[in-house]
């Protein structure tokens, strides 16, 4: 199969997956270099050491740091980074690999697992996996710190295998039992905000198991990585069988290796292509990368991105933007950042919260935002943009709409030609073209058609309102 060709559209379409939105000076760079393959490399080409946010609310207010993360998570995705695809795939890891705010009851660590997505989320999966493991967000959030010999918690042990690596139907509760028992000891401090992380040995129990067809908990000193429990995801990872008793039979006698990378290239396929079935000649590439390079995530997700699969009709029209894509599309387009408007509590009525992920399992994709109270939040959302981009608009004589690329005064949108013919000096047609080209905004022709057409019903007075249209045009709603 041939490679997909550097073409704008393609570029675009590229960078609208990967970058959140197709920023025209990125647009220019990438149909600068010689094919696809350089494209997808340039767009990985991220920052080693991306920066952290600094708090700015008191320690006593943890809620307001959340927020604190939020904000600076939403500006790095929209204006601060300068490859933004290493918070695209960070939002992925956050909703793969999931903790939520509210039980977790820390800022502090909930900016530590975000850090971990963002500075590693394209190093290697069993790393990944093993750090966030003994995190103490992770731990509390699937209760590994109530996990004892005496009184196993089967949560994490059971998610690990069922959403994070395997997938269901892949083990048999003996393998859950068996995790579990790796698993305990890793627990957390509550009262020290400095290193909560705690190793429990009089809690572990250090039996030899049998688990995915190895034998694991045979080292004997098990705080030495600290603890059992990381051998388990090597298993996994790596020399594990689907046991013959698991409800998954087409994958009975499988390495578990295998298994896992076809679970998770399935995720990533939903996550930035389309939720129909991962294509076999794609599916194929993914799980071969993963598999040679002991997975690593970068010649894994190259091997998405530079797949001709990946540049079809279907693929194309086949993503929603999630509430988060949509905040960030709409925080490029007006030059805003993310605190101006407390995206917070907008996002929230989309449905969809940073931090806040409703269950393990991680939000829905695609279609799940597509219905009546998503779509109402999403105009609230857009009607918030739409204020805020022009609060001195109405003020005395004159005032502006400010968009990325600059403003228009209130002067030009409504000044019109002498009586009796009274018409606008600006025509409706070029109206519009002027508000795409500041928020830096391509739109079908017929969209644009439409939003023209409303102008044309409008007064000179109400001809701002074709603002709030693009953000709630069709293309803005896509990934």
């Known amino acids: 199969m041939a490679p997909a060709p550097l073409t704008e559209a393609n570029v675009r379409h590229l960078l609208r ?62 204006r601060d980074s300068a490859r ?52 103490v967000a992770m731990i509390r959030y699937l209760d590994n710190n109530q996990n004892k010999k005496s009184s196993p918690n089967q949560n994490f042990a059971r998610e690990l295998m069922e959403l994070f690596l395997l997938g269901v139907g892949n083990y048999t509760e003996a393998d859950v039992e068996a995790s579990t028992a790796a698993w305990t000891g890793h627990s957390d401090q509550w009262d020290d905000e400095i290193d909560p992380y705690r190793w429990r040995p009089e809690w572990h129990d250090s039996s030899p198991k049998d688990f995915l067809g190895r ?3 045979t080292d004997a000193d098990p705080a030495a990585w600290p603890g059992h429990g990381p051998e388990t995801i090597a298993v996994m990872l790596g020399d594990g069988v689907v046991p013959s008793g698991a409800d998954n039979v087409a994958n009975r006698g499988r390495p578990t290796r295998a298994v896992a990378a076809e679970f998770l290239s399935r995720k990533l396929w939903t996550s930035f292509a389309t939720d129909t079935p991962t294509p076999p000649g794609v599916m194929a590439a993914m799980r071969d990368a993963l598999l040679a390079d002991d997975f690593d995530v ?15 009709d279907a693929v194309r029209r086949g993503l929603v933007r999630t509430p988060v894509e949509f905040v960030v599309a709409l925080l490029v387009a007006t030059g805003q950042r993310s605190r101006d408007d407390d995206m917070t509590w907008l996002m929230g009525a989309m449905g969809q919260q940073l931090l806040y992920p409703p269950n393990v399992s991680g939000w829905r994709p695609n279609g799940y935002w597509v219905n009546a109270s998503a779509m109402e939040g999403r105009a609230r959302t857009a009607q918030q943009m739409n204020w805020a981009s022009a609060r001195t608009y109405w003020n005395g004589d004159d005032g502006p709409i400010t968009l990325v690329g600059g403003s228009i005064m209130r002067s030009e949108i409504t000044a019109r030609t002498p009586w009796p013919d009274s018409q606008p000096v600006l025509s409706n047609a070029a109206l519009v073209a002027r508000f795409l080209e500041l928020m830096r905004i391509q739109l079908s022709p017929a969209a644009t058609a439409e939003i023209v057409r409303y102008a044309d019903g409008a007064t000179v007075w109400e001809r701002n309102n074709a603002v709030l249209l693009i953000m709630l045009a069709p293309e803005m709603q896509m990934a």
């Not at 080409?45 to 008191?58: C, D, E, H, Q, R």
């Not at 010649?299 to 797949?307: E, F, I, K, Q, Y």
Request: a negative charge; aromatic letters at 12%; hydrophobic letters at 45%.
């Open 17 to 78: 997956r990967t970058e959140f939105v197709d920023r025209p000076h990125r647009v220019a760079e990438l149909l600068e270099l010689a094919d696809i393959d350089a494209a997808v490399a340039n767009i990985l080409a991220v920052n080693p050491a991306p920066p952290s946010v600094i708090f700015t609310a008191p320690a006593d207010r943890d809620w307001e740091r959340g927020r604190d993360l939020t904000h600076f998570w939403l500006d790095q995705m929209a």
């Open 84 to 135: 933004p695809f290493q918070e695209r795939m960070a939002f992925f890891w956050h909703g793969h690999f999931c903790s939520e705010f509210g039980k977790v009851g820390s800022s502090m660590l909930m900016r530590e697992q975000i850090d971990l997505w963002r500075s590693e989320g394209l190093g290697n999966i069993r790393s990944l996996a093993t750090t966030m493991s003994t995190q």
């Open 215 to 217: 034998r694991i908990n």
């Open 298 to 312: 970068r010649p894994w997700v190259t091997a998405m991105l530079t797949h001709p699969d990946f540049y079809t």
